[in-house]
C-alpha cells in the first residue's frame, strides 16, 4: 500500500466524519424534542441530563474529528513516520 492510497483512503474517511457531524448537529437541532421523547421511553432521565449527554457526544466526535485532521496530532502521525 502506497502513501498515496493512503492519503486519499484518509481524506475520504475525514469527508465522511464532518458529514456525520454536520448530520448529528442538525438532527440535535431540529429533532432535540423528538429524540428526547423516544429516549425518554426506554431511560428515565431529565431534559438537563439528555442535552448533556447529546452534547458531549457532539464534542467528543468533534475533538476527534479536529485531532484527525490536524497533522501535529494526528493518530496515524506515527505510522507515517515509520513509513518514510
Not at 19 to 39: E, K, P, Q
Not at 40 to 65: G, H, M, P, Q
Not at 76 to 81: E, K, P, T, V
Amino acid at each position: 500500500m502506497d502513501i498515496q492510497t493512503l492519503t486519499t483512503f484518509f481524506m475520504w474517511c475525514t469527508i465522511i466524519n464532518l458529514g456525520l457531524l454536520i448530520l448529528t448537529s442538525l438532527a440535535c437541532i431540529f429533532l432535540g424534542d423528538f429524540s428526547y421523547r423516544m429516549n425518554n421511553r426506554f431511560f428515565s432521565i431529565s431534559r438537563e441530563t439528555f442535552n448533556i449527554a447529546v452534547f458531549s457526544f457532539i464534542a467528543l466526535f468533534k475533538i476527534f474529528i479536529i485531532g484527525e485532521t490536524n497533522e501535529k496530532t494526528n493518530y496515524f502521525s506515527i505510522f507515517y513516520s515509520c513509513t518514510y
